[in-house]
C-alpha cells in the first residue's frame, strides 16, 4: 500500500496536478466506516525546489460527482484513512462565505479560529469507555498555516492571514438573522466542512490548516444576491488553479520535522486507565492510541 506525510482534502479535481506521477488510488475501510471515495496517492515533482518529488494522497470530501452532503460526509473515517497512510499534515481545501467587506468573492483566508454551530455530527473518535480530552485553543497548525499563507502570496492569489471560521451544520445556507449574529462576533467567514474534521485531525495528531476559499457574501449584504450553490460552484472553478498552484509550492516549504504541538496532541490528553479501556476499543483505535497505550 502506498504512503504519504502529506494530504489534500478538497475537491474532487485537485489530484490532476501537472508533474503528479505514479499515481495510485487505494480502497480502505476503518473500523469507523468507508472514506468519502477512493484516496489517490501520486509523487509530485518539485524541481524548483532540489527535491526529487514529495508523496502526496488526495481526498474528494464529498465524493467524485460532489454526492455527499457537508452533514453526511463521514469525516472519521477519512481522518483515519489517511492517518493509516502515514499522513502528518492536511491541507484542507474549504469553500466560505464571507462576514467582512474586505474578504471578496475569489480571496482566499488562512483562518486560525473556529466557531462550532454544528449540531448532528460525531466530533471525536473516543467515546463509550474512554475518555479523551485534547487542547484545542488554536484549531489549526501554526506551522502549516504560515507556509500555505506564504505560498499563497508567491502564487499571486490575494490571500489574508488569519480569521475566524464559523462552521454552521447546513445543508440549508444561514437566514439573514444568523449571518449578522456572526458578524457581531466578529467572525470572518461561514462554511460547512471544516469540522469536525479539524478536531478529529488533532485526535490524530495530525497537523490541519485550511485555505478557505471566498465564494460570497453569504447573505448579510442587502446589495447582493444571496448566496446559491450555483454561485459557489462558479467561484470554486475559478479558483481550482490557484489552489493547485498553491499546493505545489507548499509542499517544497513543508518542514521535516514537526515541531508543533499537533504532533503529540494526545500524550497528556487520555484520562481512562488503559486497564478498563475494552479490548475491541483498544484494537480500534491502536492507529491512534497505541504507543501511548501500550506504554501504559
Given at each position: ?7 489534500v482534502i478538497g475537491g474532487s479535481g485537485l489530484y490532476e496536478i501537472e508533474g503528479i506521477s505514479g ?239 499537533c504532533a503529540t496532541a494526545l500524550k497528556t490528553a487520555i484520562v481512562t486507565n488503559s486497564d478498563l ?20
Amino acid at each position: 500500500m502506498p504512503t504519504a506525510k502529506i494530504a489534500v482534502i478538497g475537491g474532487s479535481g485537485l489530484y490532476e496536478i501537472e508533474g503528479i506521477s505514479g499515481v495510485e488510488e487505494v480502497s480502505l475501510s476503518t473500523p469507523f466506516g468507508k472514506p468519502s471515495d477512493k484516496i489517490v496517492v501520486g509523487k509530485l515533482v518539485l524541481r524548483q525546489e532540489g527535491l526529487e518529488g514529495v508523496s502526496v494522497a488526495f481526498l474528494p470530501r464529498h465524493g467524485r460527482g460532489h454526492r455527499i452532503p457537508p452533514i453526511d460526509v463521514p469525516f472519521r473515517a477519512n481522518i483515519y484513512a489517511l492517518k493509516s497512510l502515514g499522513v502528518e499534515r492536511i491541507i484542507a481545501i474549504n469553500s466560505v462565505g464571507s462576514l467582512r467587506e474586505d474578504l471578496k468573492p475569489g480571496d482566499l483566508l488562512i483562518p486560525d479560529q473556529l466557531i462550532d454551530r454544528t449540531r448532528s455530527r460525531v466530533n471525536t473518535f473516543f467515546r463509550e469507555s474512554i475518555a479523551v480530552h485534547i487542547p484545542f485553543a488554536d484549531p489549526f497548525c501554526p506551522v502549516l498555516s504560515d507556509v500555505l499563507y506564504d505560498a499563497a502570496r508567491a502564487a499571486g492569489a490575494t490571500v489574508h492571514k488569519g480569521g475566524t471560521y464559523v462552521v454552521m451544520e447546513g445543508p440549508a445556507f444561514s437566514t439573514r438573522a444568523e449571518s449578522h449574529l456572526y458578524r457581531s462576533w466578529g467572525a470572518s467567514v461561514i462554511g460547512m466542512t471544516a469540522l469536525p474534521e479539524a478536531k478529529l485531525a488533532r485526535e490524530a495528531e495530525i497537523c490541519y490548516a485550511s485555505i478557505a476559499c471566498v465564494t460570497d457574501y453569504d447573505c448579510w449584504r442587502t446589495d447582493c444576491a444571496p448566496v446559491t450553490a450555483e454561485i459557489i460552484i462558479n467561484t470554486l472553478r475559478q479558483n481550482i488553479a490557484m489552489a493547485k498552484n498553491i499546493i505545489k509550492l507548499s509542499l517544497g516549504k513543508v518542514p521535516a520535522k514537526r515541531d508543533c504541538e499537533c504532533a503529540t496532541a494526545l500524550k497528556t490528553a487520555i484520562v481512562t486507565n488503559s486497564d478498563l479501556i475494552p479490548a475491541q476499543q483498544k484494537k480500534d483505535l491502536d492507529l491512534l492510541i497505541g504507543k501511548y497505550v501500550r506504554k501504559a
